[in-house]
């Protein structure tokens, strides 16, 4: 599967702006963790794009979600490892993902929300302003973006061996090569 025909799929299930901007930083974050261990960009970068492409669909029914994805891409070209990602990725469903990929994108993805709402509280609701510091500084405030998991996030520790301010200034660094794109 090409990014192009994934963006397609993303377009024609998920029509909420904020939700295909969250898979499009999803997306920028797995690209950039895929340079650091030395993976497979366009591969680490589907994972992202899609892993919540039911989501309009599942969001009433959290344990749905991912396994809807996965039905739908079985019936793609898409590499196997990353439909088997995406559909361990939600944590609802207690499954440990085995590969370094969906160990990625299980517990990464969800900084890019906090990294989001840290831009969008600033002023200028820019990512341009945004630094490491008042990122890691949020993530210490359980009341700023609560929807934010920061138990699944901490998984990049003993899964990845990286340290969370590894991780943000990955996600910022990536996020913000895509300002423009995200309207941050």
């Known amino acids: 599967m090409t990014?192009?025909?994934a963006l397609g799929l993303l377009r024609e299930h998920i029509k909420n702006q904020n939700l295909i901007n969250h898979s499009l930083a999803a997306e920028a974050l797995m690209r950039g963790l895929a340079r650091k261990f030395k993976e497979n960009e366009e591969k680490w970068g589907?994972?992202?794009l899609l892993h919540d492409l039911d989501w309009e669909e599942t969001k009433d029914t959290p344990e749905q979600h991912s396994f809807e994805t996965f039905e739908i891409l079985k019936n793609t070209d898409i590499?196997?490892?990353v439909a088997e990602a995406i559909r361990v990725h939600n944590h609802i469903h207690g499954i440990e993902?085995?590969?370094?990929?969906?160990?990625a994108l299980y517990s990464a993805e969800e900084i890019t929300g906090l990294v989001t709402a840290s831009a969008l509280?600033?002023?200028?609701k820019k990512l341009a302003g945004v630094d490491r510091d008042s990122v890691l500084k949020k993530f210490k405030s359980k009341s700023f973006a609560a929807g934010v998991n920061r138990d699944i996030i901490?998984?990049?520790e003993p899964w990845l061996g990286m340290k969370l301010s590894?991780?943000?200034?990955i996600c910022l660094s990536e996020m913000k090569g895509?300002?423009?794109?995200?309207g941050l």
């Open 154 to 156: 901490m998984l990049v």
């Open 79 to 81: 590499d196997p490892e």
């Open 3 to 5: 990014r192009e025909q």
């Open 121 to 124: 509280v600033r002023p200028d």
């Open 178 to 182: 895509i300002s423009n794109e995200l």
């Open 46 to 48: 589907l994972a992202g």
């Open 166 to 169: 590894e991780l943000v200034d």
């Open 97 to 103: 993902p085995q590969t370094l990929l969906a160990k």
